[in-house]
């Protein structure tokens, strides 16, 4: 039989799983798990959260040892869907250049899920986490910039990714992993209407749902159920009928290079990763001139097309759509210099001072500026000052990027910022769990995520 891409992607993850893992991965993997659970604790205060666990163990209810932000027990397939859905809620959770989804969430939530419930050493979570991200990016960057301007990729390659995490974790067969890949390729979906109908505390569905359908996948690919081998280049497989236009040889090419995660992107700012770039600016302008809001006479914004098919709310008129408004963030990071959870969470948008600094930002958009995308994401903010001068700054790259990343220190301190309800007990108590899958000393010990690490 004739090798196909996906025959290829198969092997590279079975293979991944011989090797020893880097330092800089390890390194890599213990800063995910540490972005995982910051998102969770940040999201799993809010009603939203509640929601996300009613409905986990609604639609899966039964018994069981997993845990999920925000307390409970139950099985694995309500925990991991739950974890999927509340790390998603602020927005924080990492990201991707390239692939153009949300990676951590569909590559952790099942691992962590699966671990509470049977033995799963730390090399074999590692090896799971590590092949939800190939997966997940991989599959994503292929699709390409149609795909994501259509469909929520966290959602259609994430299942794939799910799926991925799942199977290796569950230590299935590589025929089982394909089948468990073409399973999920045929469950891969989510539509970005929700943004133009303004559903977007449904957004958390997408991940959510994207694990579930991959974990299962797995299962179904461990029970003997076939999955369709061409499940991404065949003629109605993913990259036919989800509208892909990215380059295919993504799927299966450059497989020695470093492991796909440690190209993701750690979120520096709680709001949709499209809009960092001029927010990146903007604090950079504000800091290095000393700027008072009230000493702006203009503000323009230059960005790539691309975001504001995402993040184009005009003003938003309740908190799920400040992370999706350009005016608005734009407006806070130049009063404040900050953008903070309760900025996002309890806004006021009737406040006079941001209003009226609001009105005075105008959003353009670049045809040469989408040509580079989603390589590099540019936004320049221009700004014109009362005094007479005009002082601008163009960015390409965003703080979190693979090429301007956070240290563990940075990390830390950003857990803390984004996850305000932890305390000093609860943050070292994470901070210790994730920075052993830095250290393969400890490979064989079982990965056991203790319930502590769920709740305050």
Not at 171 to 192: D, F, P, R
Request: charged fraction near 20%; glycine fraction near 8%; hydrophobic fraction near 45%.
């Amino acid at each position: 039989m004739h090798p196909i891409p996906e025959d290829k992607l198969v092997e590279h993850v079975v293979t991944l799983q011989a090797r020893p893992v880097p330092p800089a991965t390890r390194q890599r993997l213990a800063q995910a798990l540490l972005d995982w659970f910051t998102a969770g604790w940040s999201g799993m205060p809010l009603d939203a959260a509640a929601r996300l666990r009613h409905l986990a163990v609604l639609c899966h209810p039964g018994a069981g040892d997993a845990s999920a932000f925000g307390g409970g027990h139950s099985g694995a397939m309500a925990a991991a869907f739950a974890n999927a859905g509340i790390a998603h809620l602020r927005e924080i959770d990492d990201a991707h250049r390239a692939a153009m989804l949300h990676p951590g969430i569909v590559a952790i939530s099942p691992v962590l899920a699966l671990a509470a419930e049977r033995p799963i050493t730390q090399r074999r979570a590692a090896d799971a986490i590590i092949a939800g991200y190939e997966v997940s990016l991989r599959v994503g960057e292929a699709l390409g910039t149609r795909h994501a301007a259509n469909f929520h990729a966290t959602a259609t390659a994430g299942a794939l990714g799910a799926a991925a995490a799942a199977a290796v974790a569950l230590g299935l067969s590589a025929a089982e992993l394909h089948h468990a890949l073409g399973i999920a390729a045929t469950q891969a979906a989510g539509l970005w209407q929700l943004v133009d109908d303004n559903a977007h505390e449904s957004k958390s569905l997408h991940p959510a749902m994207a694990v579930r359908n991959g974990l299962t996948a797995a299962h179904a690919a461990a029970a003997g159920f076939p999955g369709a081998r061409a499940f991404f280049t065949g003629k109605r497989g993913m990259y036919a009928l989800l509208a892909g236009d990215g380059d295919i040889s993504t799927l299966d090419g450059g497989l020695d290079a470093p492991e796909r995660i440690n190209t993701a992107t750690i979120k520096a700012w709680p709001c949709c990763a499209q809009l960092f770039t001029p927010l990146d600016a903007a604090q950079q302008l504000r800091q290095e001139h000393g700027l008072r809001a009230e000493d702006i006479a203009a503000v323009e914004v230059v960005i790539f097309p691309h975001a504001l098919k995402i993040a184009g709310v005009h003003w938003p008129t309740k908190p799920a759509e400040t992370a999706f408004c350009l005016r608005y963030v734009m407006a806070r990071v130049l009063m404040t210099g900050t953008l903070t959870i309760e900025d996002m969470e309890a806004p006021d948008l009737s406040s006079a001072p941001l209003l009226a600094l609001a009105d005075r930002i105008t959003i353009k958009t670049d045809e040469q500026f989408q040509q580079v995308f989603p390589r590099k994401r540019p936004g320049r903010v221009t700004l014109s000052m009362r005094d007479g001068r005009t002082l601008t700054e163009l960015r390409e790259l965003r703080r979190g990027d693979p090429e301007l990343p956070y240290d563990w220190a940075g990390m830390l301190a950003r857990m803390r910022s984004f996850a305000p309800a932890m305390d000093d007990r609860a943050a070292a108590r994470i901070a210790g769990w994730c920075a052993r899958y830095a250290d393969p000393a400890r490979d064989a010990e079982r990965c056991d995520p203790d319930p502590a690490l769920f709740t305050v």
